[in-house]
């Protein structure tokens, strides 16, 4: 096997900044700098690589009204190409097949980044050329997937050689490109899609039918203030109220709304309140900017909070609101996939493929790959217009996006009757020739069928066109309060229907399932398309879908089984969880001859690699030269051993290893060292933070054991004090961090014990950095943070709360919608019962006792002014005898551009006193 070595000006580079780091979350292990390769003077005769796509075929014959004006803003998001995606492939195959040893071990951002994500260098090379070509740098995406960049019409078409043009559209004005942009040859396979050359928006899906006290009458059986569906009726048609009266209402669990407007949050109360569905367990996330200010699609945002709290009444939502632009609309999807917080998303905003463009399709399609590697499920509605789902386009066969993308489940519409109490009576596909309206369904132009679609009726070699379906009709709606006043027609309780109805009650009942699922410690849904496509596929003890067999989408027919207008049916919840809890399905094995049922030009896939790339996994342990008393005087002989387990991944160059340790009080004169590591120390007297980059051969194969790390010190602390040393080590994509920490405990005792020494090994010594501040650069941004309680001294069994905080303490305001902030944490022995959290922070523990290891990222979207501090995070822990005499925490910050790296890490030491009743005995 080809083996590196890494670059030692690389390496230098890194060991100057990598107390800096952090270990657990980076992504390539170095401070992103920039190398610029795209001077005139390196490029004297440019070629250029045309990237396709861009062109809009709905705007195909449509007039040029003008060009568009040359100093109008564009705000752009272009989307990279991730690496490895034959591994990508083969690796959500391999999550869902249960007979895998990859079936359902999802990936963090973290581990995505790191063994897909676009490098480090490749984003440089990106950037420097952006910047080069005048535009602004806004952001760039924690999973390196999307770099935002502004500038003029006339810097974009100069920078991408491409001509913008205004349309009138659909009874729009909007602007377009002419023509496909270009980009250096160099960057050629490095750029998937420009968002945002064209500022077509995106539709809701939602159809009204409104009841007024003097108006329409009320079709029966809707009983809602305003006509519709209510929640309880809802539940027991589809099955859920089985679910939800056994207890399995989403607690736990998560739900993602996409938004592209704001809402009233006194609308969704007045729906809560009314129904008696509890208080309010929503909360919003803010991107590009978005303000939660409801506009005229706001009925849209409240008919998904409110049909998810209908039927997953304790699962938490989180509504993200971005801009109705391309842009917008990545960077939104992007922040929902990086975030991670919720297993389950509802999509009630769509464009049909034609209008989005095969560049925007394959951008999108990035993101939700992703969103499945993590187990994430995506469901999105279908589309109201029936088979056509261009609006203003009658004759044009389409589907919509992101439904029809293979990574999302597509939900299309029925007309649904219930009985008595909400029973199910009948249902049939949604359609209503008489104003165009209907549920989405068809065939995809640009996506070929995946592999989980295969069964009767499963034929065409394209990706077919809703998965499932719901209630949709707005004749038989669902109960919504609105009152948005930028919205006519919310003027308080109404009847909504359509496909975005049917999205986010799928999304709640897939949340009550895995509620369910989680309860029973059974496999939970995942990205939810192999699961609902087993069900589809093998015979079931409880049926699970309603097969829709009547009715049409305007152009297909419903038949039995799978069809085109409705799917695989509808749910019946209950049965659904109690099917999935029995037992494994077999993966379904995709049909041997497909059969088209229309002939689009057929998209090239990449062929999957036969086995997914296997992810790193090291393993620490600290060993010291003795038994378990050491005394005062003695010189403390310690060895650190990491490993790399024969069953994971090899851990590349451009990934590095790293450690760091944290030396508590009690020792002097302390030296560390070993053969390939370059290692560098706060000092020489504890407490003393040391960090270590392995800079042997590369990659670092399975099995692998690498040279030790050495430590010696003399004992110099009072006589039986237990010193526990705590080491972690970690590089990016690691699978698991149960064992990525290690602890080393002696007690200090008055006389000398008998040591055997520990093999010497050639070393290399580290390389002294004292904690001093030193001069700042100007004008780059400037964090730091501390680590404060009440007091320095405690008792055993006593409770101290500790607040972290960061501040931005240079000169200009630091922008955390732009550069993401990770905090990682080392806990010694001597805590138990830890609690650690903080609003707009994403924290995650390896256990509640110490030693632990913690994780934070902020989530929250907001500048830091010159002086001021995020919120702080609340580390709560109650003290244990394993803490004294002292207990030293170390904590570490990492973000993208720090001018000043040192002051990103805080050691902090407290003391520890037996407990105030042994004192008093």
Request: glycine share 10%; net charge negative.
């Amino acid at each position: 096997m080809f083996k590196i070595k890494p670059d030692p000006r690389r390496i230098h580079h890194f060991i100057l900044i990598s107390v800096a780091v952090m270990l657990a979350l980076m992504t390539n292990g170095a401070v992103k700098t920039v190398t610029p390769i795209f001077a005139a003077s390196h490029i004297s005769q440019p070629t250029f690589h045309v990237l396709p796509g861009h062109v809009i075929p709905t705007l195909k014959g449509v007039a040029v009204q003008h060009a568009t004006a040359k100093n109008n803003i564009l705000h752009l998001a272009v989307s990279l190409t991730l690496r490895n995606q034959a591994d990508l492939t083969a690796l959500i195959a391999a999550q869902n097949d249960s007979n895998s040893a990859y079936y359902q071990h999802f990936l963090t951002p973290q581990q995505f980044t790191s063994q897909f994500g676009p490098t480090q260098t490749t984003v440089n090379q990106v950037v420097n050329f952006l910047r080069s070509q005048g535009l602004a740098i806004d952001a760039i995406a924690p999973n390196n997937v999307i770099i935002d960049a502004t500038g003029t019409v006339a810097q974009v078409e100069k920078a991408f050689k491409v001509t913008i043009n205004n349309y009138y559209c659909s009874g729009h004005i909007i602007y377009a490109p002419a023509n496909n942009p270009s980009v250096p040859d160099a960057l050629g396979n490095a750029i998937q899609s420009i968002a945002g050359l064209n500022n077509i928006p995106w539709n809701p899906q939602s159809s009204i039918y409104i009841n007024y006290k003097n108006g329409r009458k009320k079709i029966r059986p809707l009983i809602g203030p305003g006509g519709g569906y209510t929640p309880n009726e809802l539940r027991t048609a589809y099955g859920a109220d089985s679910l939800i009266n056994a207890g399995y209402s989403g607690t736990g669990q998560t739900v993602a709304i996409f938004e592209l407007d704001g809402y009233k949050p006194s609308d969704v109360d007045t729906y809560l309140s009314t129904y008696n569905l509890g208080p309010a367990k929503y909360s919003n996330v803010l991107v590009d900017g978005a303000t939660n200010t409801p506009g005229d699609s706001s009925i849209e945002v409240v008919l998904d909070m409110e049909a998810v709290s209908a039927l997953a009444p304790n699962a938490a939502q989180k509504i993200y609101i971005g801009p109705n632009n391309g842009s917008g609309v990545n960077d939104t999807y992007n922040r929902i996939v990086t975030d991670n917080l919720a297993k389950v998303t509802s999509i009630s905003w769509g464009l049909c493929e034609p209008s989005s463009g095969n560049a925007e399709l394959a951008a999108l399609d990035n993101i939700f790959a992703q969103g499945a590697a993590q187990g994430q499920a995506f469901f999105a509605a279908s589309g109201d217009t029936g088979a056509y789902d261009c609006r203003g386009d009658t004759t044009t066969l389409a589907i919509d996006s992101p439904a029809s993308d293979p990574y999302v489940v597509g939900v299309g519409g029925t007309h649904l009757l219930i009985g008595t109490g909400g029973t199910y009576a009948s249902e049939s596909a949604w359609s209503n020739v008489s104003n165009g309206t209907g549920g989405g369904g068809g065939i995809s132009s640009y996506f070929t069928r995946p592999g989980y679609q295969t069964g009767i009726n499963l034929t065409n070699t394209h990706r077919m066109v809703p998965d499932i379906s719901a209630d949709a009709d707005p004749s038989t709606g669902y109960s919504v309060y609105c009152t948005a006043a930028a919205v006519s027609y919310c003027s308080g309780w109404l009847s909504i229907g359509g496909t975005s109805a049917a999205a986010p009650l799928w999304a709640a009942i897939a949340s009550d399932i895995n509620h369910y699922l989680i309860a029973q410690s059974k496999p939970v849904l995942g990205n939810a398309h192999v699961p609902l496509y087993n069900l589809y596929n093998n015979a079931q003890v409880y049926p699970p879908f309603h097969d829709i067999t009547t009715g049409n989408n305007l152009y297909y027919q419903a038949t039995a089984n799978y069809d085109l207008a409705t799917g695989l049916g509808t749910p019946n919840s209950w049965n659904m969880a109690r099917d999935l809890a029995t037992g494994t399905i077999p993966t379904p094995t995709p049909s041997p001859t497909p059969v088209p049922t229309l002939s689009p030009t057929p998209v090239p896939t990449l062929t999957p690699s036969p086995t997914p790339l296997p992810l790193p996994d090291l393993t620490i342990q600290q060993i010291h030269a003795g038994g378990s008393n050491l005394g005062i005087g003695q010189t403390l002989s310690e060895q650190i051993s990491i490993s790399s387990l024969p069953s994971a991944g090899a851990v590349s160059g451009s990934n590095l290893v790293h450690m760091v340790a944290v030396l508590p009080v009690g020792l002097k004169n302390v030296t560390v060292s070993g053969s390939n590591w370059s290692i560098i120390m706060t000092g020489a007297l504890s407490p003393i933070l040391i960090s270590a980059t392995y800079i042997g051969t590369y990659p670092v194969l399975p099995g692998t054991i690498l040279p030790p790390i050495r430590l010696s010190g003399i004992v110099a602390s009072a006589v039986g004090i237990a010193i526990t040393d705590t080491a972690v080590v970690q590089t990016p994509g690691d699978r698991q961090s149960a064992n990525n920490l290690a602890t080393d405990t002696f007690v200090t005792v008055a006389q000398p014990t008998l040591i055997t020494p520990l093999s010497v090994q050639t070393t290399i010594p580290a390389t002294l950095i004292p904690l001093t501040l030193q001069a700042l650069p100007l004008g780059l941004p400037n964090l730091q943070f501390q680590l404060t309680h009440n007091g320095n001294t405690f008792y055993v069994g006593q409770a101290v709360t500790s607040t972290l905080t960061v501040s931005n303490v240079g000169p200009q305001p630091f922008n955390t919608g732009s550069q993401l902030l990770h905090l990682t944490g080392v806990i010694p022995v001597g805590f138990s019962n830890l609690s650690i959290s903080g609003t707009n922070w994403q924290v995650t523990t390896t256990a509640n006792t110490s030693p632990i290891l913690f994780f934070a990222t902020y989530t929250g979207v907001t500048q830091i002014p010159i002086g001021q501090s995020l919120p702080p995070i609340l580390i709560t822990g109650t003290l244990t005898t394993g803490g004294q005499p002292s207990i030293t925490s170390a904590i570490y910050l990492n973000v993208d551009t720090d001018s000043y790296p040192q002051n990103n890490f805080t050691i902090d030491t407290i003391g520890v006193l037996p407990s105030q009743q042994a004192l008093q005995e």
